[in-house]
């Protein structure tokens, strides 16, 4: 029971991690057409906005539910506790990145570098699980591994994404008080052309992650 649960949830985190990128990915293409009124680019940022929280979520939940599916299965020794403590870290982050959605902090605020520090530390676990380093477990699958290496690959693509869009911000606040101009959309157009082929990379990954998951060839 508990196992066909908690591989249902997982498959649903990759549903709406890859489902909510393509509606984001949408979304920016209305953002940058000029041939829309300025009045229907920022309804399509809104959108957008809100739909992102759906691979954000998901992204997050990735780690508990995969981890929780690896124990069950016998491939990493995480016992109750161990379990409970990844759970309870996981929502922790998923609230603290629904308070920077809701509250609109700024990339300076303690909750922002809270959410940097907590994705790079992330990052450093799945690469001690993909490089087989974790104290006491057994030797996990190949497909495993590689699943570990590919999240922590789309988590840092998101960062590189960020880093893209540093700034859309303020190109986006000319266009909400100034109305479009030729400067406005070229600042807008770069910021999200920069960041497209790295969109495509996760999604890339994604689907590398999921047939690894339902094929388990290695």
Known sequence: MDLALFTLLHLLVFVYWLGGDLGVFYSSTILTNSKQSAAARIAAAQVLAQVDMAPRTAMILTLPTGLTLAALKGWLVLGPVSLALIWMA?????????????????????????????????????????????????????????????????????????????????????????????????????????????????????????????????
């Open 90 to 218: 996981g929502l922790i982050w998923l609230t603290l990145a629904w308070v920077l959605h809701v509250r609109h902090l700024g990339p300076t605020s303690s909750a922002r570098r809270a959410d940097l520090f907590i994705r790079w530390t992330v990052i450093a676990a799945l690469a001690v699980l993909a490089l087989d380093l974790w104290p006491n477990a057994p030797g996990l699958p190949l497909f495993l591994k590689i699943k570990c290496a590919i999240l922590a690959a789309t988590i840092l693509c998101g960062l590189l994404i960020r880093r893209a869009l540093v700034r859309f911000g303020p190109a986006f606040g000319r266009l909400v008080q100034e109305g479009a101009s030729a400067e406005v959309d070229t600042e807008i157009a770069r910021a999200l052309d920069e960041s497209r082929p790295l969109v495509v990379t996760i999604w890339l990954l994604l689907l590398a992650a999921a047939f690894l998951g339902l094929a388990k060839p290695l």
